[in-house]
């Protein structure tokens, strides 16, 4: 069920875009990346339900862990013109 709408493919590709416009070394960025989707990932274990504004919450504070800049630009994604 889950599956319908996250891709772990698809977050590790969104976040190497979102590093890139940051101009984050790539490095740096991998290790982020890895524990970033690690944590969303034991988050969705056990949980049958949830909305997409569940699993970008989960993301962003896994993300605010690792990575001041890449959280807020993701906090804040939709948000920019």
Same mark, same amino acid.
């Given at each position: ?18 590093? +890139? *416009? ?27 339900? #949830? ?5 970008? +919450? *989960?993301?962003? +504070?896994?993300?605010?862990? !690792? ?6 630009? !993701? ?5 920019? #013109?």
């Amino acid at each position: 069920m889950l599956d319908q709408f996250f891709s772990p493919e698809a977050l590790v590709s969104d976040l190497k875009t979102s590093s +890139r *416009a940051l101009n984050l070394p790539e490095g740096s960025v991998e290790p982020i990346i890895k524990h970033t989707l690690e944590g969303v990932l034991t988050w969705l274990e056990g949980r049958d339900i #949830i909305t997409k504004s569940d699993l970008e +919450r *989960a993301v962003s +504070r896994e993300l605010e862990k !690792y990575s001041p800049d890449l959280h807020l630009l !993701y906090e804040n994604r939709n948000k920019f #013109i």
